[in-house]
């Protein structure tokens, strides 16, 4: 196993220097995700076919939806047991001495809930391409559509079960003034003005709102790439995020909640925790929300 690192957020140059590396694995983790303009259904399609017409070379294909996230959830994208995300990881050809490296078409978010899956599990040799395949291609930088080598490895979890947290959790955490809840929506969904998606507009109330999504979020929109790391950290210090004891994330169904954790993790920030359930849960439930 090398001793080389893999950085929290990787570089372009870095990756291509090292695409045939064996110990590094690529793997490509976009699903396409919308939302019914009068409904507010969630529609979502695999990013699978994408990736066989065209991907980073020796890159695999990963399916948030249906391989790491659980067999039957009750909500959408809640997190595998152990032993299936080991089984999800192997067939990917992750093992244990692997390095990964995360990317997705979109601002990062299926990418980061890759990486905190990871994280929870006990794997800390990942980073997230910095501006994924839109900043890959822009950049002109090699592509293929052949076919992965397989690999035979052990992929060995070990839970950290302290990065996530349930609605009980978060119930306690409404009136406990050392801990944040951040918001990772838009500011509409938010201020609970925009287009209900998840049972009831709102938020969860006390929590602040930090967007990891669309135009006012923590990746710029120009090259997917995330914000500078003093922009990041007066993001998230203008709420009262940085100097807080314990964070606690959450958006509709814990991606994009993964992708400002993901953020808080570049900025050095430690004790800080996802909602799986996040509004999914939250908002169909008759536990309060508030709205402005």
């Known amino acids: 196993m090398t001793t080389e690192t893999v950085p929290s957020l990787v570089e372009p140059e870095w990756l291509e220097a090292r695409l ?52 039957d959830p009750e909500y959408p994208y809640q997190r595998p047991t152990p032993e299936r995300f080991a089984d999800a990881m192997e067939a990917l050809g992750i093992g244990d001495d692997s390095r990964v490296v995360l990317y997705d078409a979109a601002e990062n978010i299926w990418a980061a809930r890759a990486w905190w899956l990871l994280r929870a599990f006990g794997f800390d040799r990942a980073g997230i391409l910095n501006g994924g395949w839109k900043r890959w291609t822009a950049e002109d930088r090699p592509i293929s559509t052949a076919p992965p080598t397989d690999q035979e490895v052990t992929f060995t979890p070990e839970p950290r079960p302290e990065l996530f947290v349930d609605k009980e959790t978060v119930l306690e955490a409404i009136d406990d003034d050392s801990c944040c809840l951040v918001n990772a929506l838009r500011p509409a969904d938010h201020a609970g003005t925009g287009l209900v998606k998840y049972g009831r507009p709102g938020r969860i109330p006390d929590s602040v709102n930090v967007p990891a999504i669309g135009d006012e979020s923590i990746v710029g929109p120009a090259d997917n790439t995330y914000l500078p790391r003093p922009t990041l950290r007066e993001r998230f210090a203008d709420v009262g995020v940085i100097d807080t004891g314990r964070v606690i994330t959450y958006c509709g169904g814990g991606i994009a909640a993964s992708n400002a954790a993901f953020a808080l993790h570049l900025l050095g920030r430690e004790n800080v925790a996802v909602y799986d359930g996040s509004l999914a849960e939250w908002g169909r439930t008759d536990l309060p929300m508030e709205t402005d």
């Open 20 to 71: 045939e590396t064996p110990d590094v694995r690529v793997v490509d983790c976009t699903l396409h995700l919308s939302f019914d303009s009068e409904t507010g259904d969630r529609q979502s399609e695999s990013g699978r076919s994408d990736w066989e017409r065209a991907h980073i070379p020796g890159s695999v294909f990963a399916d948030i939806q249906d391989d790491l996230s659980a067999a």
